[in-house]
């Protein structure tokens, strides 16, 4: 089967790769389409895989990539429950120990030795088949269709997020950086019934695909954003900041926009250590709290939502072939050009 491998810096391969492993317990799914997330991008730019085995699964590079992909269930293992073949799923992708202190106390996606499939896990979405433990099935509604599904992961992360600042319907809120996380969070906010939400973001192609989905932004090259956020609110500041750029200095930013004792949300990595100035925090005693992963319950409630209506594809989400995915695919998202890519991994036979 095909597969999309990274072996290194810079060295995304699609070639050929033995079928998956179907051990007890787990499901086979061919994978329909895979989206590629800033964490890819920083693996395969800056970080590479490690060729040393991971504590939790034993898996080291060469590595196949992809972690939030959908696909139909085509083979079940012994053990494996609730799920059956010709199911349509999409995977949550985090694997925990169930043991350390931190899964007793349930808080599984914070597990001491986590990983996760596509990453740091045998196999990955980025192929034509993956297998993956029942348990990290969840099964898509009939009005869910499986490009809806390859979101469902980066969504529910942003959701986490979002729960994770306690803003509110009425409270207002301000993303940093519309990109595919800016953007997915965003949508939740709306989804949670908070409608005042500001989004700035210095890329043309982004703003103008932010402004397309009905959404408030500006360009912070150009505008004032600390007027902006001070007309928006009447002088106090915004309940929430959700920074989602990525880039280390606009943490200042942040905090700089945030109300007394509103909260600050890191939903992005950074390749740079941040700096945090402690009178900013004094001045208004914050929350900043940064944010990884999901739970189940998250994926849950994504889903659901999602069956109802409140995550619009259009203009943010699109699609290349597996084949086509350094240069349409890794390259294009790297530039800008394009925001969510998802790769359509095996869509033809399913």
């Excluded at 994978?31 to 997330?37: H, S």
């Excluded at 997020?161 to 800016?182: C, D, N, R, T």
Aim: aromatic letters at 4%.
């Amino acid at each position: 089967m095909r597969a999309a491998v990274l072996h290194g810096v810079d060295d995304l391969r699609v070639e050929d790769v033995p079928e998956p492993e179907l051990r007890d317990g787990y499901v086979v799914v061919e994978v329909a389409f895979n989206g590629i997330c800033g964490s890819d991008l920083g693996l395969i730019h800056a970080y590479g895989i490690s060729d040393q085995p991971h504590p939790l699964t034993g898996a080291c590079g060469p590595q196949i990539l992809g972690h939030e992909f959908s696909g139909v269930v085509r083979e079940v293992g012994a053990g494996a429950q609730g799920v059956a073949v010709g199911d349509r799923v999409v995977v949550q992708p985090n694997y925990c120990c169930g043991e350390c202190a931190r899964c007793r106390s349930g808080l599984q996606h914070l597990c001491a030795m986590m990983a996760f499939h596509g990453i740091n896990a045998h196999g990955g979405g980025l192929s034509e088949r993956t297998a993956v433990p029942a348990s990290a099935v969840h099964i898509l509604p009939d009005s869910v269709t499986l490009e809806q599904g390859a979101v469902i992961e980066p969504l529910s992360v942003a959701l986490h997020a979002v729960e994770l600042s306690g803003v509110a319907s009425g409270q207002f809120a301000l993303v940093l950086g519309a990109g595919p996380i800016g953007i997915a969070t965003a949508l939740n906010l709306r989804a949670g019934g908070v409608d005042r939400i500001l989004l700035s973001e210095p890329s043309p192609v982004r703003r103008a695909v932010a402004t397309k989905m009905g959404f408030d932004v500006i360009d912070p090259g150009a505008d004032d954003l600390a007027a902006a956020v001070t007309e928006r609110t009447d002088g106090n500041g915004a309940d929430a900041v959700f920074e989602c750029s990525g880039v280390a200095a606009l943490v200042e930013t942040a905090l700089a926009s945030v109300r007394a004792r509103g909260a600050v949300v890191l939903v992005a990595t950074y390749k740079e250590g941040l700096q945090l100035n402690p009178y900013a925090l004094m001045l208004t005693e914050a929350r900043v709290m940064s944010s990884l992963s999901c739970s189940r319950k998250e994926f849950e409630i994504v889903i659901e939502r999602m069956a109802a209506g409140a995550y619009p594809l259009d203009h943010w989400v699109e699609c290349v072939p597996l084949a086509d995915i350094v240069v349409e695919g890794v390259e294009a998202a790297s530039a800008g050009r394009r925001m969510k890519v998802l790769v359509e991994v095996a869509k033809n036979r399913l």
